[in-house]
């Protein structure tokens, strides 16, 4: 029960970090800085897998594969972005 509450605390941290972070960047750097947030999310793509497959119950799997798949679904939608906005540069 400890763990799930270190887990849950460690979560409600990141969203409020994330969120003050992304409020305090003006608009025209938000593209931009979908590179560095892609990194971000990769790390938080490892601590998700690590945590589905720590076995440490059920309650902690199941959030471990939500985290997983928003974090996944965050890398891939980073990197087209990204590639969008990296193609409006390219000579045609």
């Not at 593209?31 to 690590?50: D, E, H």
Request: hydrophobic share 55%; proline share 3%.
């Amino acid at each position: 029960m400890e763990t799930l509450l270190l887990l849950l605390t460690l979560f409600v941290i990141a969203i409020f970090l994330g969120v003050e972070l992304i409020t305090k960047v003006p608009p025209t750097l938000h593209t931009p800085l979908m590179s560095g947030s892609n990194a971000i999310s990769g790390i938080t793509l490892v601590g998700a897998l690590l945590s589905a497959g720590s076995g440490s119950g059920i309650l902690v799997n199941v959030l471990g594969f939500i985290a997983v798949t928003l974090a996944t679904i965050n890398v891939v939608g980073g990197y087209m972005v990204t590639n969008r906005m990296l193609g409006m540069f390219k000579r045609k």
